[in-house]
């Protein structure tokens, strides 16, 4: 788990405080996990990442994350992140609801 945690945190010289906010075609602030394309916070929230499924309730569809869609052999870095994120998750959240 800690190694998720500091995948996600990246670098701590390039952390800042707020979301991280792309100018001029880079990325700067924030965490590393923030700093991607594929980091789109849900609606009305500034830090808030979908990992996996999103639920329409006006199509009753469940599918993955818009920026989770990729093709087969295209997986980057973040998309590894996020998988590992997904994976200490479902090891630790039944744990978590026993407390």
Known sequence: MKSVQDK???PLDEV???AAMKQHGHFSGGVWFERDVRAVPL???KRAYPLSLSYQ???SLVAPVA???VHAG????HMQV???VLEVSVVF???SLCF
Request: hydrophobic content about 25%.
């Open 67 to 69: 920026s989770n869609k």
């Open 93 to 95: 959240l039944p744990i």
């Open 8 to 10: 996600i945190i990246g």
């Open 57 to 59: 309730f006006q199509k």
């Open 43 to 45: 609606a009305n929230t």
């Open 74 to 77: 295209e997986e980057d870095e």
């Open 16 to 18: 800042g405080s707020d």
């Open 82 to 84: 996020r998988r590992e």
